[in-house]
């Protein structure tokens, strides 16, 4: 019974002492208000002595973090005044009694209101350092509660309260913070990718490193078995005992090509078609053609992970520069026409212009193009032109007089794998390179399907 009477009598004394806080904050709340009213009629000696009497109620019927909380809105509406009357001094010592008071309540409400004056404060005042500091701060707190996977959104959350409070100084600084985590956040995501692509490429250069010594060595001892079934024909079953089971290994290193190539992030109809692209060179090094079969599959490991680097960052464009393009579609033809495997005719035609453009990429794309269209035996004349459509776009047209490409190849030749290659003549992944090449420099690849002297292919440029 005594027990129940005592915890009566202490749940009573918590309501009373709850009840009593709410009463003082409300009389503390409205003081600053008649100090507020004092300062618009500059009674500024009432209103400082407004403030005493709230600091003194305080004192004598609260304490520990509640005091603190309560002795802070008294000493921000002090702040206040001494803002208005530029008493600079009196402001900093205001400004460390704040902090003093927002770390005793132990409140992340208060704390973060202290901040936010504090930025205010400073950024009046021409100390964006330390305006960009406090708000950096507040980013901090807010991610305590909501996680590092939450900061964008409470860069947003930011950007929309100074928005909407009209605080431009605010909204300027939280910006640039915004501005700065994107670019850092962009660039560790870029690092990663990267990484990423070389350990990919190193486990397929050395997957094909192995294949190649393996079915070398299984070739010699094939070689060696069958001159030595020549003179000992009785050991011919035992031969061909052998030779079968080194075949079935040639088979299981086919296989784990395959497989290699199914654990990378392109686990779809990617892969299939390469595995479809790569089984001709494979039949090939089984018939004995080994090396030019493992430089052809070679070749295709390099454009396959040129492809999907380009490919996963097609949206981060190439960095545009004011160019003279007529320099390079002329260095272009020079360059390739020396390669040319058959005396073909070329013209140029090209008038002095710059442009916005990205010159390496452009130079890759318009080399491939040339020597695509030279290597085919229906080229009679290749023409290279160069016209300004408007301001903003810029065409570079190829045409092979005497090419001819159905509707068919015309539709898929950009794409990857819609068809199988030999790999050892030319490769399958050049065009739909230059493809992407063309739309990160802000451009497109495409046919001109109105010329009917041959084919023109037409590298769309825009700034």
Not at 182 to 187: G, I, L, N, V
Not at 294 to 309: D, H, N, P, T
Request: some cysteine; glycine content about 4%.
């Amino acid at each position: 019974m005594k027990k129940h009477i005592f915890l009566i009598a202490f749940i009573c004394g918590v309501m009373s002492l709850h009840a009593q806080n709410s009463a003082l904050k409300a009389s503390v709340e409205k003081g600053v208000q008649t100090s507020q009213r004092q300062t618009a009629n500059r009674e500024w000696k009432e209103a400082f002595a407004t403030c005493r009497n709230l600091d003194a109620a305080i004192m004598a019927q609260a304490q520990g973090k509640e005091a603190s909380a309560l002795r802070y809105i008294v000493t921000k509406e002090r702040l206040r005044m001494y803002v208005q009357l530029n008493k600079s001094q009196q402001c900093k010592e205001q400004l460390m009694l704040l902090e003093q008071y927002a770390n005793g309540a132990q409140s992340k409400e208060v704390k973060e209101d202290f901040l936010f004056t504090s930025a205010r404060f400073y950024l009046n005042h021409g100390q964006s350092d330390k305006s960009s500091k406090c708000y950096r701060e507040i980013v901090n707190i807010r991610m305590a509660d909501k996680g590092s996977d939450k900061v964008e959104a409470t860069y947003k959350e930011l950007l929309s309260q100074a928005k909407s409070s009209g605080d431009k100084g605010l909204a300027r600084i939280v910006e640039g913070l915004y501005t700065a985590w994107q670019d850092s956040t962009a660039a560790v995501r870029a690092a990663q990718e990267l990484k990423k692509l070389k350990v990919e490429y190193d486990a397929s250069q050395n997957t094909i490193s192995d294949m190649d010594n393996t079915i070398g060595t299984q070739k010699g001892l094939i070689v060696f078995l069958s001159v030595l079934s020549a003179a000992l024909g009785g050991a011919l079953v035992v031969f061909i005992g052998i030779m079968l089971k080194n075949l079935l290994t040639i088979k299981k290193l086919k296989k784990s090509l395959e497989i290699a190539n199914e654990n990378n992030e392109l686990k779809s109809t990617f892969i299939d078609n390469l595995g479809e692209q790569i089984n001709p060179s494979l039949d090939g090094i089984e018939t004995g053609e080994v090396k030019p079969n493992v430089v052809a599959l070679r070749g295709l490991i390099s454009q396959a992970k040129q492809y999907m680097e380009l490919e996963s960052t097609r949206e981060n464009r190439f960095e545009l520069k004011e160019i003279a393009l007529n320099s390079v579609c002329e260095n272009v033809m020079e360059t390739a026409k020396a390669s040319f495997k058959r005396e073909i005719p070329v013209v140029v035609s090209v008038s002095k212009m710059t442009f916005p453009a990205s010159k390496e990429p452009l130079q890759e794309v318009l080399d491939y193009i040339v020597a695509y269209v030279a290597k085919q035996p229906e080229t009679e004349k290749i023409t290279m032109e160069l016209k300004k459509r408007n301001s903003h776009t810029c065409h570079i047209l190829i045409s092979a007089s005497g090419l001819i490409l159905s509707d068919e190849e015309k539709a898929n030749i950009f794409k990857p794998f819609t068809r199988i290659f030999d790999l050892t003549k030319e490769d399958c992944l050049g065009l739909p390179i230059c493809s992407l090449k063309a739309y990160k420099m802000n451009g497109l690849l495409r046919f001109n399907d109105d010329y009917k002297k041959g084919v023109q292919f037409v590298l769309e440029i825009h700034s």
